[in-house]
């Protein structure tokens, strides 16, 4: 049975740092990769309520939805597109504050506001899908985002 996920209420680094090591303690032993980012998708969700927070993974030329949590999202994304494909090509997170001042956002949902995509690597260093997360108010990521974000891509 898996252990239930604590987190405290505290600042949005603390609440990264309580959250790593629970994380590397679910996706150890566990192989499978879309597994894995089911668990992360949850527990990232879970700690801190964002609108959507899930998975593309690289299919031949294509990002594909992975595993999520929140409303229904698009299924597929060309390299070079929204956010997400920004993200894939340039092989770097993108911090969004605002996604309508985004060249080329893609709407899945009216609702989303700010994102923050960070790309996820195979062992030879390609990018293998990325880690998309929206919230549905304006400048919720930042660096720590993006630092703490970083560090848990590199797990998966």
Request: charged share 20%; proline share 6%.
């Amino acid at each position: 049975m898996a252990e239930e996920l604590t987190i405290s209420n505290g600042t949005k680094a603390e609440q990264y740092a309580e959250l790593l090591p629970q994380i590397k303690a679910v996706i150890s032993d566990e192989p499978d990769p879309i597994a894995n980012m089911a668990n992360v998708a949850a527990m990232l969700w879970q700690t801190f309520h964002w609108w959507w927070t899930g998975f593309y993974r690289v299919i031949d030329d294509t990002l594909v939805l992975g595993p999520f949590q929140g409303p229904m999202a698009c299924t597929r994304i060309r390299k070079g597109r929204g956010v997400c494909g920004t993200a894939w090509q340039e092989n770097q997170t993108q911090v969004v504050p605002d996604v309508d001042l985004f060249p080329g956002h893609i709407a899945c949902s009216s609702a989303s506001r700010s994102e923050i995509v960070v790309p996820l690597h195979d062992p030879e260093g390609n990018v293998s899908g990325v880690l998309d997360i929206d919230s549905d108010e304006l400048n919720t990521f930042d660096e720590t985002d993006r630092l703490w974000l970083e560090r848990i891509a590199a797990l998966l």
